[in-house]
């Protein structure tokens, strides 16, 4: 018995509609967005059928025998949508492509890592405004390296980065010689000279009242047989 078993496809060559469409017996299947026109190779199956360019599967779909159905894998209109929401802004997409030689790569990494890519590009452009082209190029650059592909991220290191500094100035190392040249100014010994009390009433009268309760107990004890 052969190893594999025998193909029993019916093939033929079809040319996939602007809607991306292969049309098989009324019904249509879709393929992806991006092979609109192309010349395509049909393999059809009594439960399935499969499409390939050369011998790239693009699409596999389960046979329908209805009429006039159409038949849509989701993933396939994904690239369109995305192209037509960059056709929507054409130029603040320029301006994301003119920030570094690695912008277009960035945004590719951007549609694979994340669900909104176009926001993110956004956010970046905008952040264009704020700090020089030199920082945009380099902190794309740093990205690739960090794999960190987010406009958070690239906002979080512009701004690291913009923060003030301040130059590491001439290191100054002292010498022997120089400790001979110090001046020093001359010490205040007026804190050490002695300064008479000020006189307190309050002092006097407390002596006062101490004289006048010890008369009054010398008299007591006189009188006393």
């Known amino acids: 018995m052969p190893l594999h078993p025998f193909d029993i496809a019916t093939v033929s060559q079809v040319r996939a509609s602007r809607q991306f469409r292969v049309t098989l017996e009324t019904n ?12 395509l190779t049909l393999k059809t199956y009594p439960d399935r059928l499969c499409i390939y360019l050369g011998d790239q599967l693009l699409a596999r779909h389960a046979r329908r025998y209805e009429r006039f159905h159409d038949v849509e894998d989701p993933d396939h209109p994904k690239p ?31 549609e694979e890592r994340r669900l909104n890519p176009h ?32 406009s958070d991220y690239i906002a ?13 100035s001439a290191l100054h190392l002292t010498r022997r010689e120089d400790l001979l040249e110090v001046r020093l100014a001359p010490p205040d010994l007026s804190i050490y000279q002695a300064h008479p009390k000020p006189e307190s009433h309050g002092t006097e009268e407390a002596e006062r009242h101490v004289d006048t309760q010890r008369s ?10």
């Open 28 to 39: 249509r299947y879709s393929v992806p967005a991006q092979y609109a026109g192309h010349a």
């Open 80 to 110: 369109l949508l995305e192209q037509r929401k960059k056709a929507r802004d054409p130029k603040l997409f320029m301006r994301f492509l003119a920030l570094s030689p690695r912008a277009e790569d960035y945004d590719l990494k951007l």
């Open 119 to 150: 926001h993110h590009v956004r956010k970046i452009v905008a952040l264009s405004d704020i700090y020089a082209p030199e920082a945009m190029a380099r902190a794309m650059e740093d990205a690739f390296v960090y794999e960190a592909f987010s």
């Open 156 to 168: 979080n290191l512009l701004e690291q980065r913009a923060r003030f500094t301040p130059e590491a």
């Open 216 to 225: 009054a107990t010398l008299d007591h004890s006189a009188k006393r047989p």
